[in-house]
């Protein structure tokens, strides 16, 4: 059994691994370091829950790591996604704690260098960074911050937050001056010095190309938005992340592609219907969304977007809805039997995905989820 104290990739408590050789330890940028030449790296699925909210968030991460989660992560919806995760480190020991996501472009690098800085530091190393950039009009409108050339902005925000880290775990000097980012004055009273963790893993959200490449090439994992499907993720995201790491030196095993899954399961007949049609709901209000169309298009479904995105301003949430045919739905979800939900998701995304998820409950059963949690981890 690892000890607690253990930095392999999987992370994971119950972990089999004997050997301390056969686990890869992080190199000095937080990254998981290749394994040894002539050595097959041991393969686990790791599965990922979720914190929503202040109320209630230590105690959620504390039976989520009890219940063999491997992390959490907490969204930017109606509430900030770093306070329920310092109230999630200091309710657990092993869990990875994630932000999926915080906005960037709502805040500048100093900004949230210092927030992960401290969130890495409370959690004892165990901070997953997941930015994602939103769409121009939240980000002028909802935020009034500036927005321009999203992809190449976000390359260097990442490489901004990278400097001012190394400026504080090294004593050097803060020097980053770029297009859209300058950071050029550190003195030791506003310095927070080495942090013995290191700095936080950074995941970068994305579904078009320019983005993703950018996850490949600057950030250690790529969260995978909810509206994909296994033929997008294989031919348009993943060659995309491979051209982003060419450019930046990045290896695959030094990378984890991180995707909740839509997955239409239950009990019951109520239960599977209940669950299809949230699922529905929340294909179509993504498919509405004009950043997203490359994913329908790739299907054939391309005017899908248009329909959408009109009944959208027409505030017809309902009608959007029923546009979701069943091949459709199949397509964005994974529809099972409980007792397949494990092979399901395997067949669809293992080699490719290193973490999951579930978009949306998929059994409050707690015998049948540690079940479905253990059998994702063995693959």
Known sequence: TVSPGCSNVCNDRRCDTEQPSDCRKPDERGRAASPEAGRVARLCMKVDGGIAGIEGAAEAARFQEEAGFNGVWTPETGHDPFMPLLLAAQATEHLELGTGIVVAFARNPMNMAMVANDIQLASKGRLLLGLGSQIKAHIEKRFSMPWSHPAPRMR????????????????????????????????????????????????????????????????????????????????????????????????????EVSYTAFVVTGENDGEKQAAAGMARQQISFYGSTPAYRGVLELHGWGDLQTELNTLSKQGRWGDMAALITDDILETFAVICELDEVADRLIERFGGVVQRTGFYGPVTTDPDRRSEIIAALQAS
């Open 156 to 255: 260097e925000y990442i490489m901004a937050m990278r400097a001012i880290w190394e400026c504080w775990n090294t004593g050097g000097k803060l020097d980053f001056r770029g297009d859209f980012y300058q950071h050029t004055l550190m003195t030791p009273f506003f310095s927070p010095g080495p942090n013995p963790y290191g700095p936080p893993k950074i995941f970068l959200a994305g579904v078009g190309e320019k983005m993703t490449e950018v996850a490949g090439e600057v950030a250690d994992g790529f969260l995978v938005h909810p509206f994909t499907t296994d033929r997008y993720l294989k031919e348009v995201t993943m060659p995309a992340l491979h051209k982003g790491m060419a450019v930046g030196g990045t290896k695959a095993d030094d990378f």
